[in-house]
């Protein structure tokens, strides 16, 4: 019999091809693993589509998220494996927005646990020393908003929480009860919390009758008052309704706060959390509304735009530009 065969002629056998497919199927299974590996523990893309960051991150851009840096988050837990090290006044961070886990923001990191912040007439100061954003950002208008109806240019001081530190509910200020609300879900996502809030006139609850003019959307179905489900500048635009009456009465709001119907007078801070800024200072929300964010809703900081275009053209001056 001949040694030799035809050229083209195929002398595999049926066992050679199983062997093929095989080693095909194991290539490619490497390679979604590397890659999925790569994505959850090194390195994340994200599309930027709001203003919040403008100028500094635009809509059309296409950033990579460095998820490393922080130390790799253990899947499904908000938990780090180890820390490498901590978000810095500075940094650019990518974090689970608060009402959609599935979904991320991207904000400023401009102060962290421990440190004191302080909003007035649309500057920022951490610790008193006034923080610089970059040149990138956007100061926004000259127009001021009065801190009794908006935290966006005025702010009372807030210190930003570190983990173990011990918050008592009875001595925190509208905007810091609703700030503990926020920070006590991020920390406890599978735990019902909820909030209950009395009128106090004169030191009194309230009877529905002294408050007859108030707008239907403050009353329940029975007609009686509801403030529970109201957030902090909802209830001081009440309190400024009824101070402007000038009736010579005292006014305040009596809050309390549950967790699984069990009353909370005291939380113990469980991570540590840092105070987000937009860079496009008229936009929100960001810390200013919602408070400081949990350490373990911190997916990365932000390294690069590595592709940048809209509908209309590629935005070559934006592409590989460090953040």
Not at 112 to 124: F, L, N
Request: hydrophobic share 40%; glycine share 6%; with cysteine.
């Amino acid at each position: 019999m001949s040694a030799f065969h035809e050229a083209g002629q195929d002398t595999r056998s049926p066992r050679d091809f199983k062997v093929m497919a095989l080693e095909l199927a194991e290539f490619i299974i490497g390679v979604v693993v590397v890659a999925a590996l790569f994505r959850i523990f090194l390195f994340q893309s994200f599309s930027i589509s709001g203003t919040v960051m403008d100028n500094t991150l635009l809509p059309g851009d296409r950033i990579f998220v460095n998820k490393f840096i922080y130390g790799p988050l253990v899947p499904c837990t908000g938990h780090r494996a180890f820390t490498i090290k901590n978000p810095s006044p500075g940094d650019v961070v990518a974090f689970r927005s608060l009402d959609d886990n599935s979904r991320f923001s991207v904000l400023r990191c401009v102060a962290g646990p421990g440190d004191m912040v302080e909003i007035a007439k649309k500057k920022c100061r951490i610790n008193g020393a006034e923080y610089l954003f970059p040149a990138s950002a956007l100061a926004g208008d000259e127009f001021q908003i009065d801190a009794r109806y908006s935290p966006r240019d005025n702010l009372e001081k807030v210190a930003v929480p570190a983990k173990d530190d011990v918050v008592r509910t009875d001595s925190l200020s509208l905007y810091g009860f609703d700030c503990l609300v926020s920070l006590i879900r991020q920390e406890n996502p599978d735990v019902r919390v909820s909030t209950t809030t009395d009128l106090l006139v004169n030191g009194a609850v309230c009877d529905n009758l002294m408050l007859a003019e108030l707008m239907a959307s403050y009353r329940r179905t029975n007609a009686s008052l509801n403030f529970d489900t109201m957030t902090w500048i909802e209830l001081r635009n009440v309190r400024n309704f009824l101070v402007a009456r000038n009736d010579s009465s005292s006014y305040r709001f009596r809050r309390a706060l549950y967790m699984d119907g069990h009353p909370v007078r005291e939380y113990t801070v469980t991570s540590d959390c840092y105070f987000l800024i937009s860079d496009n200072w008229d936009q929100g929300p960001d810390s200013r509304y919602f408070g400081p964010i949990s350490g373990r809703r911190i997916l990365g900081r932000v390294s690069c735009v590595y592709w940048s275009a809209d509908t209309n053209a590629i935005h070559w001056k934006r592409v590989l530009r460090f953040i």
